[in-house]
């Protein structure tokens, strides 16, 4: 097992009390979700080899993306007294702006610790919320680190990005949504869901929800730790001379214990996807579907697109983020497939 995260030596007062996720944790997200949000729509989707797949459109969330989900889940369960101390999160941009709209609506302080080159459109959605974003160098510096010292001077509540049981059952939630939908449109509930893969909260939650689907985790080539993780069965991290992605919302550079021990004993097995096989997923998308998708919300349909993970009538693939620069969205859907 790898050396333990900073913020794994935060006291329990201070950190999420560990528990595990159950189902009956992801059925309340679920009902949270519904009373709070309509449902993202489930979309047909024909693959360059001619099969049909149900794409769903996580992109349409209010904050762009299904992080909205384990965020709400985790602050509407805080009590008055540690909303009172305010949160610290780590992100990429994406469980930023989740934890940003709940926080705002929930009336929490929230600081948000986020890489110095996230986009734009990320960190300045955040911070328009009334979230404070601690920005840091990926190179240099541990956003663990500086989590963890933020919360040690105030006494804040950690809201990690998915190593806490409460956002694994809100990313679960989508699942919930998922089977119903898929047994009105596709004849059944779906026999394996294909998702994007970060550090595994949603592969997690997807797996509680959806216990008879096999679930299929896609990261990018170069930040495959989750995918080295589950072939070894321990935990890998990601290499230091990590290539370059443009699928900045999963550089995650290794799971938690948490995340690890549900997608091991589910029997999970992953892959990884190139940045010109994201692109092209993209592009498809915006034609097929008219949705602006970002690459990191893309690899799991990139994977299905390249014939790397099989599609039967019931298969499942999530959009999760739409949150993109313009500039660079233009360029990649106007460029020759």
Known sequence: MTNPSPLSQVPHSIAAPYREPTRAGVLAAAEKLAALVPQTPLLPIVLPSGQTVWAKAECLQPVGSFKIRGAWHRLSDMTAEERARGIVA??????????????????????IVMPADAPAVKAEATRAMGSEVVPYDRATESRDAIAADLIAQSGAILVHAFGDPWVIEGQGSMG?????QMETWAGGTPTRIVCPCGGGGLASGLAIACPDAEVVPVEPEGW???VRSLDSG?????AKDATATSCDALQTTQTYPMNFNIMKSHAMHGVTVTDTEVHAA???AFSALHLVVEPGGATALAALMAGKVPADGRTAVILSGGNVDPIAFARTISAEA
């Open 176 to 180: 919930i949504e998922l089977s119903a």
């Open 282 to 284: 993209q592009r498809l």
């Open 234 to 238: 321990k935990i890998e991290a990601v």
């Open 224 to 226: 495959d730790d989750v």
């Open 90 to 111: 780590v992100s990429s941009g994406n469980h930023a702006q989740g934890v940003a709209w709940a926080a705002k609506r929930l009336g929490i302080a929230a600081r």
